[in-house]
């Protein structure tokens, strides 16, 4: 999809219905806003696929308009993997890098392995530009650390969308633990001020679930045009519940979940009403006996097989069932 669209869809979204600047930016916050979910989560590379993780690493992209004058950052929330967040496995021993990648390789349309969603290490692509370990540090629990700044130009600049683009990959370099964390992309390096006109997004989602009965998370795939249908894979569902696809020409469809440290994929038809907005997602848990720390991966493509990216708000706005109710003609009495 051209991300040019994507933001004249966005502006005008906005106008239609008078969002304020601030709702407009709240793509930023990873997880967003209207996702509810609590954090990503990446375990140590000795760590079990059965505990959520089918990879111990992920990447998040963050694009910037070309005409933003400032420096950019990229915050991590909690990046240590140790203390109320973290997911213990015995007791801490994990350490996780957090790397920043610019320049070429970087965006993920002109070369898909940068998506981080195939085997292999090419997800690395792109220029190096900072990198930290962090292990059970106290003084990073419950904080934010800063990457950078960067200079827009550091990016990996996409003429087609007129765009920089940066990468972030997390990845569990030893250990067993799950680390817990959230991103922010700042123009200000020690608080989250938005940069207008940024998008964030990932190509496959690894994520917590809420440790409750009544909590609902979303994750918003855009049907642009073209797409006939999209592949959904989901990993270590646990059988907690159900997922459910809810769409404006759909009321709730539920697709296959996986149990534990298996894959559950299938397709989902695209009707004509769809395409152009976004798929809700929705996480519901199953009642009952409470599945805590749930942790799952999923993945979208498209009918050729390409990844489908998840943006951090969903484009158009959360899309709302309209049912089509049909109108029959009373005849007139003779």
């Not at 540090?137 to 940066?166: H, R």
Request: aromatic share 14%; charged share 25%.
């Amino acid at each position: 999809m051209k991300l040019n669209k994507l933001i004249y869809r966005i502006f005008l979204f906005i106008l239609l219905s008078g969002l304020t600047i601030g709702a407009r930016l709240s793509a930023q916050p990873v997880p967003g806003k209207d996702e509810n979910i609590p954090f990503l989560v990446t375990f140590g590379k000795d760590g079990k696929h059965s505990w959520g993780d089918d990879s111990f690493f992920q990447t998040y992209f963050f694009s910037i308009p070309s005409d933003f004058k400032q420096q950019i950052y990229i915050r991590v929330f909690d990046p240590d993997c140790g203390g109320e967040n973290d997911e213990i496995q015995g007791e801490f021993n994990t350490k996780t890098m957090f790397s920043v990648y610019g320049g070429k390789g970087v965006d993920p349309e002109k070369n898909t392995e940068s998506q981080g969603i195939y085997n292999g290490d090419k997800y690395k692509s792109g220029n190096l530009l900072s990198s930290k370990v962090f292990g059970s540090e106290a003084k990073y629990d419950n904080k934010w650390y800063t990457f950078g700044p960067y200079n827009l130009k550091e990016g990996d600049y996409s003429e087609k969308y007129n765009m920089y683009i940066f990468k972030i990959v997390c990845e569990g370099i030893s250990g067993d633990d799950g680390n817990l964390f959230r991103y922010f992309l700042s123009r200000d390096p020690n608080n989250n001020v938005l940069i207008e006109g940024a998008i964030a997004y990932t190509y496959k989602y690894h994520f917590r679930m809420w440790n409750d009965f009544k909590s609902v998370s979303h994750i918003y795939p855009y049907i642009d045009t073209g797409v006939i249908y999209v592949e959904q894979s989901n990993f270590d569902w646990d059988n907690d519940g159900q997922i459910l696809v809810v769409s404006k020409a759909r009321q709730g469809i539920s697709v296959p979940i996986s149990n534990e440290n298996d894959w559950a994929i299938s397709k989902i038809l695209i009707l004509p009403d769809e395409v152009n907005s976004s798929l809700d997602f929705q996480f519901i848990k199953r009642q009952g006996t409470l599945v805590k720390n749930n942790n799952v991966v999923i993945i979208t493509k498209n009918q050729k097989g390409e990844g489908m990216p998840f943006y951090a708000a969903p484009i158009g706005g959360i899309p709302v069932y309209v049912p089509k109710v049909k109108i029959t003609p009373v005849k007139p009495k003779k």
